[in-house]
């Protein structure tokens, strides 16, 4: 789930460097594309926080998985 949420942001980070790059007419089209990357993102997040909370053990502390996954989440939020 961790490589899925990590994906998303190296598409999230295609797209901003595209729409950094793209004419102002183009820029419309690329910004829906990466609203749609970042709801894919808070989807895989949810994903992550759903298996956390009916996982009764964790391959590591229930903090640290919740911590990363917010942290990957930022990382698209903060992106778009």
């Known amino acids: 789930m961790f490589a899925a949420s990590a994906?998303?942001?190296?598409?999230g980070?295609?797209?901003l460097m595209e729409?950094?790059?793209a004419d102002p007419?183009?820029?419309a089209e690329i910004a829906e594309r990466m609203r749609a990357a970042e709801h894919a993102g808070d989807d895989a997040?949810?994903?992550i926080f759903?298996?956390?909370?009916?996982?009764?053990?964790?391959?590591?502390?229930?903090e640290d998985?919740?911590?990363l996954a917010s942290s990957l989440d930022d990382i698209m939020d903060f992106m778009e």
């Open 7 to 11: 994906d998303n942001i190296v598409t």
């Open 13 to 15: 980070s295609k797209l």
């Open 19 to 21: 729409l950094l790059g």
């Open 25 to 27: 007419a183009a820029r």
């Open 45 to 47: 997040t949810h994903a």
């Open 50 to 62: 759903h298996q956390l909370n009916s996982s009764f053990i964790t391959p590591f502390d229930r």
């Open 65 to 67: 998985i919740y911590s």
